[in-house]
């Protein structure tokens, strides 16, 4: 296990080491740091046509190597009998049904090499790789009669090249050649510096074969491909305009022919179509997107338009929610679409004039170390039977079924686990606004054995985004805060989706700004419970969070101590170094940082740094190219010149999305930031003065 890199005064190994010490005598009775390596939890769900039957990916971690590993099993809805279907060394995921029930295709690295495309006949148990693919496929699905599958596929471009080396002699070792990067976005958080190429459909005999390219040029094509009734096209959606590098959300949708890869665009407008799915049968194209206004958040929209793109029609004007996903119901009359309100995901059916009707709720995702209310996934059958990701505050995603009306739990992936562990009660938490009385959707996390006659500190935990939002779900953070005796509160502030656009939209060209008074009306209302230490005031925060804990030491003097975690300190410099410097002035400011400098610096938490005397711990992934190391580098440098105490946490091979990836380190960046809370807790603090500056 590699541990955190940590630079400045404060040497926080021992806080790192807590979370792995030796086993206690007898068992905890509070989540700990090494509960999170037998954590496991359900992705993917997908229902057999027939509904009696769902294959899903339980996820779970591999103490040994410290990483997730998948595995694909298959649980019988009429008894709730649950079976393993692919699992051992390799990933195994994306199970999809072929259209009559009897073969499941899935992507698996367990021959070793590149993911290849298997199937499994259930009835034998047979399975065979019908795939030698080079490259990853996606968005895998089954043709109508069962014949072929489509997926989309990177095509390797070669790379650019300025000039050349002198020839070298055998036998000499030289250095590696020159990188010459030419595209506006060369990296990705994640996946790190990008390799030149284009994302392509293909097709393959479901029997095994050689795939077909369908679709070609300098172009992508994302998402899931979704095949006409007839088995005659393909549907893309994709960016093909002449622009298309600078412009990171317009895409259309296109329909390309199995017989003679003829391309034909359907949609034609400014803003995002994408998730094509055809009716059963054919005469209608369902999909999701918006019109483009250079908005801040912009409403996703179900769309239904006929085959040949013509009479176009949004369904959920109505609903003032993002939709994201949808599918057809076996009827072809309506549609099963996701959606969150008010942090809580749910699904629902829609008629085709717009009628919505609930189906299920407390859908959930498989980020585990924060409460968010995205990820969640869904599937449904013939008979409308809905499979789906369901948890609560103290359960990840488990796998569920909504079947006339009620709703079933088929998995208890951690009962065993949690059973002896006291984990830290959620309940809401009313808030009102200081600035215009809004309502804000709030929730507390208590500590285990909580006593309300007592005081407690209060950690203030706050979501990225900014457009995002968290919900009453389960936290690995969280839960290891109220084990170490906190009192957590987490908000969704102005901003958050699942509210509608007006309200995500109040921080459009103003984020941060009132935001930071709707999180500061949160901290009063905690007060005003009764059970919180107002001299014992904490935050943190990630990504759009990180951003709000720095602006927020730059505000009051309220807190002892701050986390940044993965924060923007400059918008300028992060812009111009960030994965999506497209994206953020176009939506975000309006303008190019050289265009409006004052704009981008009033902004940015370094602006407010003089004013800083907030004890700040400083947390990064060493391989974060959303919100880059060099942000976090600028604010830890900025506050050592003004000899604020402060530490810069550095989170080897971690990425943005990914700094909670392994529990090892996910479990020890938790640790780390009680550590440097504890150290400016009243008890060994001298009181400094509180209040806004």
């Given at each position: ?6 630079v ?60 997730p590993r ?67 496929p ?5 043709s ?22 002198p ?7 030289w ?19 990008l ?8 097709v ?8 077909r ?38 895409s ?5 022919s ?31 997107g ?5 908005l ?47 942090g ?28 968010y209310?995205?990820?969640?996934q ?122 509608g ?27 005003a ?26 505000q ?15 918008w ?7 994965d ?11 303008k ?35 919100t ?24 080897p091979g ?7 990836a ?32």
């Open positions: 296990m590699r541990k955190l890199v940590v400045g005064w404060m040497v926080l190994s021992a806080a790192v080491h807590a979370a792995f010490a030796a086993p206690a005598a007898a068992p905890a009775h509070v989540f700990e740091g090494r509960d999170l390596f037998g954590l496991q939890w359900v992705e993917d769900p997908q229902i057999r046509p027939d509904g009696h039957a769902i294959a899903y990916v339980r996820m779970s971690y591999d103490i040994m190597s410290d990483r998948q595995a694909i099993w298959l649980v019988d809805v009429d008894t709730g009998a649950q079976t393993p279907i692919v699992s051992g060394p390799g990933a195994h995921f994306s199970p999809r049904w072929s259209p009559d029930g009897k073969r499941l295709a899935y992507v698996s690295t367990s021959e070793g090499g590149h993911p290849q495309l298997f199937v499994r006949w259930m009835q034998t148990g047979q399975a065979a790789r019908i795939t030698d693919l080079t490259e990853a996606g968005g895998v699905t089954w109508p009669d069962g014949r072929s599958i489509a997926f989309v596929m990177l095509i390797p471009d070669e790379k650019s090249k300025l000039g050349m080396s020839p070298k002699p055998e036998g000499a070792t250095a590696e050649p020159l990188t010459v990067i030419t595209d506006v976005t060369y990296r990705a958080d994640g996946p790190g510096y390799r030149p190429g284009y994302s392509h459909a293909f393959v005999s479901a029997d095994g074969g050689f795939p390219q369908l679709t070609f040029g300098a172009y992508n094509e994302d998402g899931q491909v979704s095949w006409t009734a007839d088995g005659r096209y393909l549907l893309v959606s994709g960016n093909r305009s002449e622009g298309w590098r600078l412009d990171p959300v317009d259309e949708i296109y329909r390309v199995i017989a003679d890869e003829a391309m034909t665009q359907l949609t034609h407008r400014v803003g995002p179509d994408r998730e094509p799915k055809v009716s059963p049968d054919g005469s209608k194209i369902a999909y999701l918006f019109d483009d206004h250079l801040g958040y912009q409403n996703v929209r179900l769309y239904v338009m006929d085959r040949n793109g013509q009479g176009s029609q949004s369904l959920t004007d109505e609903l003032d929610r993002s939709v994201d996903a949808v599918q057809w119901a076996a009827d072809g009359r309506s549609l099963y679409i996701q959606y969150a309100d008010k809580v995901t749910k699904v629902a059916r829609v008629s085709l004039n717009g009628h919505l009707q609930p189906v299920a709720e407390g859908l959930t995702g498989g980020e585990l170390d924060r409460p209310s995205m990820g969640a869904f599937t449904v059958a013939a008979n409308g039977s809905v499979a789906f990701t369901s948890g609560d505050p103290t359960h990840p995603s488990d796998l569920s079924l909504a079947r006339g009306g009620h709703v079933t739990r088929l998995t208890r992936l951690n009962d065993d686990l949690l059973m002896d562990r006291t984990l830290g009660e959620v309940k809401p938490l009313a808030v009102i606004s200081s600035v215009d009385k809004r309502p804000i959707d709030a929730w507390l996390v208590l500590p285990p054995q909580f006593d309300a006659g007592k005081k407690y500190p209060l950690i203030l935990e706050i979501h990225g985004g900014p457009f995002a939002s968290y919900g009453p779900s389960f936290s690995t953070d969280d839960q290891l805060y109220a084990a170490a005796g906190y009192v957590v509160v987490y908000a969704n502030p102005r901003g958050s989706t699942s509210y656009e007006e309200f995500a939209n109040l921080i459009h060209h103003d984020y941060p700004g009132h935001d930071y008074d709707d999180l500061m009306s949160t901290v009063d209302a905690a007060i419970a009764g059970f919180v230490d107002p001299d014992e005031l904490f935050v943190t925060g990630g990504s759009g969070g990180g951003v709000l804990t720095a602006w927020i030491v730059g009051t003097h309220r807190f002892r101590a701050a986390a940044t975690q993965k924060p923007v300190i400059n300028a410099s992060m812009v111009l170094t960030t999506i410097s497209t994206y953020i002035p176009r939506y975000w400011f309006g190019l940082p050289w265009e409006d400098p004052q704009g981008y610096w009033k902004r940015s938490p370094l602006s407010l740094v003089g004013n800083v005397s907030t004890p700040t711990l400083v947390v990064v992934g060493e391989q974060d190219f959303r880059p190391v060099s942000d976090s580098e600028q604010y830890y440098a900025a506050l050592k010149l003004r000899a604020v105490p402060t530490a810069l946490v550095k989170v971690a990425s943005h999305g990914g700094l909670a392994r529990p090892s380190q996910s479990a020890a960046k938790a640790s780390a930031i009680l550590a440097w809370f504890e150290r400016y807790r009243a008890a060994v603090t001298a009181p400094r003065t509180a209040g806004a500056l």
